[in-house]
């Protein structure tokens, strides 16, 4: 790898060496991958890393999704959301994501409290990023709304591109580590006024935008509040287009996948959120057949409990027969790596190829998890289901090596959170 983090060269030999920039600025320009699989850093393209402080909730697992809103609000109230929550949780969030081998997390945040201000929101957002910064992955803030204020939203989204992507061109920093992107949670918590102030912001900010769609209470309401399904909404309100990314649409008929792939639009599909919670399993064989790009995500805590992108990456190929093809092993990992990262409009990212970012992970496929595995890159996703990285580098830097994070005290950021809840579960 270059100096500036880029992929220089991809070997064609056999070398189990993987050169990279050093750990803290030292000089280790090598590591040791015998017997592993490099692959791309993962992207994990849809997160709610707010959601974090909030797993195995009581009342939160296997419950229609109408019941979940309102307990995780509920949650949300107890703990009093600021900006040294955010900052805990997404530095939790994000230790967790590396030592998976996510390199890059798109955070969905929707919970802005009433009290927030435009200033404040800008403050929670730079809480997210710092957390980014100090640990080496990548963040893509996504200012999303779950039933705010239209106005005060667009000027909040506004606010913090101006602050986080600090000269940086398409809503990303000039460094590449910070992005930001607009989303309302969906048609189901805001109305058109909502999707199209956030449009204006980004196509005067040069953002990606991004919602949830055809996920189980999404068609619901939506049919009950207009008498229409979704897709038809964001269609009417310019939400259909290129630059955007649909999350989850477990229900979704023929024509309705028709029209997204001919749109351009992107889906992101997270089997760890939706198939536990009984909300559904997205058509993804038919998505790829249709020729949309899809990529994978883990969704937050509040539904997954868990970060670990490869494990849902495994989901995904288990639950895929039920609703249409088999997932290969590859379709999978292309969508936890380029599709995602297509989604995101970073072209750079989910690949390695000279000129690419430098985001890779090392995976040791030599153990007893592995014995027998006849294609070790398929053997990623079907055996050893928590999988985690021997070494993970972001833009040609270290950040996990031997299994252990370089740029923090994983048990120490675990404690800060839990101390930060305590009052909240009192």
Request: with cysteine; charged share 20%; aromatic share 2%.
């Amino acid at each position: 790898m270059g100096g500036d983090g880029r992929v220089l060269e991809v070997g064609r030999d056999a070398s189990p060496v993987v050169r990279a920039d050093g750990d803290r600025g030292a000089s280790v320009p090598e590591l040791d991958a015998t017997g592993c699989v490099v692959t791309p850093g993962l992207v994990n393209a849809h997160h709610h890393l707010l959601q974090t402080a909030f797993r195995t909730l009581p009342g939160t697992r296997g419950v229609p999704m109408r019941e979940w809103l309102p307990t995780m609000a509920a949650a949300y109230a107890r703990a009093h959301v600021d900006a040294e929550l955010v900052g805990a949780a997404a530095r939790a969030g994000l230790a967790e994501a590396l030592l998976c081998g996510v390199t890059t997390v798109a955070d969905h945040h929707l919970t802005w409290p009433a009290h927030v201000d435009v200033d404040g929101s800008v403050e929670l957002a730079l809480s997210a990023a710092a957390a980014a910064d100090e640990l080496g992955a990548r963040l893509v803030l996504v200012r999303g709304t779950a039933g705010d204020d239209a106005e005060l939203a667009a000027l909040s989204a506004d606010a913090i591109a101006a602050a986080l992507v600090d000269g940086g061109s398409g809503g990303v920093r000039a460094d590449g580590r910070v992005q930001v992107a607009v989303g309302p949670a969906g048609v189901h918590s805001d109305g058109e006024a909502t999707f199209r102030l956030l449009a204006e912001v980004a196509a005067h900010r040069g953002l990606r935008r991004r919602t949830q769609a055809n996920e189980q209470v999404d068609v619901v309401i939506a049919l009950e509040r207009y008498g229409r399904r979704p897709i038809d909404l964001l269609d009417d309100w310019g939400w259909l287009t290129p630059d955007v990314t649909l999350a989850h649409l477990c229900d979704v008929t023929d024509d309705e996948i028709a029209r997204v792939a001919a749109s351009g639009v992107s889906a992101t599909h997270a089997p760890g959120c939706d198939v536990p919670m009984g909300w559904g399993v997205a058509p993804v064989a038919r998505l790829l057949a249709a020729g949309v790009r899809v990529g994978l995500g883990t969704s937050g805590g509040g539904s997954n409990d868990a970060g670990h992108l490869l494990a849902d990456a495994r989901l995904a190929m288990q639950v895929s027969g039920l609703v249409g093809r088999q997932l290969a092993a590859r379709d999978v990992l292309d969508a936890a790596t380029a599709g995602s990262a297509d989604g995101l409009g970073r072209l750079e990212l989910g690949r390695l190829e000279t000129g690419s970012a430098g985001d890779l992970c090392v995976w040791d496929v030599s153990g007893v998890a592995d014995a027998g595995v006849a294609d070790p890159v398929a053997g990623l996703l079907w055996a050893s289901p928590g999988r985690r990285p021997r070494h993970v580098v972001v833009g040609g830097r270290v950040v996990v090596r031997d299994g252990r994070l370089v740029t923090a005290d994983e048990r120490g950021l675990a404690r800060v959170l839990s101390r930060r809840l305590a009052p909240a579960a009192a």
